[in-house]
T-cell receptor, first 114, second 111 residues
Framework: DSGVTQTPKHLITATGQRVTLRCSPRSGDLSVYWYQQSLDQGLQFLIQYYNGEERAKGNILERFSAQQFPDLHSELNLSSLELGDSALYFC?????????????FGAGSRLTVL | KNEVEQSPQNLTAQEGEFITINCSYSVGISALHWLQQHPGGGIVSLFMLSSGKKKHGRLIATINIQEKHSSLHITASHPRDSAVYICAVIETGGGADGLTFGKGTHLIIQP
């Protein structure tokens, strides 16, 4: 157990639907990162939050949004789902906001869009 | 062209062999991560380095900032080392704080 908890582990849904993925960071970590891993694109950085504030954005689609709550857990919302959104979504956490932090990854949430 | 290139893409070796996985990048970086992803999908951070060399057990990671190159070595390889090894960099300057990933090296160690 890495200390980073992601739920759900698996999710199957239909095109056009909306889902929410949840991440609880490791105790003491203030930064949360979301990553997408698909077969064709590999791992891609989506977005980072630090202590409740958006810190950096990567290749996140406009149909996707995220937030970090006061208790530091984070949610990634995926809407108007398409077949191509099927992927593993990883959350990672780190202590600070500065570059080159040590990252701890969750086990991932596998999303299948049918 | 991908900013982070790994070689080889696939590697099969016998138990006990010395393994080297290479990572080259084309951008300025502040740090480089080596990650391990097992068949179940979970990702573990093995090393984060910005210069020199780090060692943890049978794993050694080196980086040459001037040559924009890093290597991950596994000594006395074991079947449990079978996994995908991913190199990822944090770019200097502007842009996201997230990682830019290589495509990964799929390593199989046969008994």
């Amino acid at each position: 157990d890495s200390g980073v908890t992601q739920t759900p582990k698996h999710l199957i849904t239909a095109t056009g639907q909306r889902v929410t993925l949840r991440c609880s960071p490791r105790s003491g970590d203030l930064s949360v990162y979301w990553y997408q891993q698909s077969l064709d694109q590999g791992l891609q950085f989506l977005i980072q939050y630090y202590n409740g504030e958006e810190r950096a954005k990567g290749n996140i689609l406009e149909r996707f949004s995220a937030q970090q709550f006061p208790d530091l857990h984070s949610e990634l919302n995926l809407s108007s789902l398409e077949l191509g959104d099927s992927a593993l979504y990883f959350c990672a956490s780190s202590v600070g906001v500065w570059r080159a932090n040590v990252l701890t990854f969750g086990a991932g949430s596998r999303l299948t869009v049918l | 062209k991908n900013e982070v290139e790994q070689s080889p893409q696939n590697l099969t070796a016998q138990e006990g062999e010395f393994i080297t996985i290479n990572c080259s990048y084309s951008v300025g970086i502040s740090a480089l991560h080596w990650l391990q992803q097992h068949p179940g999908g979970g990702i573990v951070s093995l090393f984060m380095l910005s210069s020199g060399k780090k060692k943890h057990g049978r794993l050694i990671a080196t980086i040459n900032i001037q040559e924009k190159h890093s290597s991950l070595h596994i000594t006395a390889s074991h079947p449990r080392d079978s996994a995908v090894y991913i190199c990822a960099v944090i770019e200097t300057g502007g842009g996201a704080d997230g990682l830019t990933f290589g495509k990964g090296t799929h390593l199989i160690i046969q008994p």
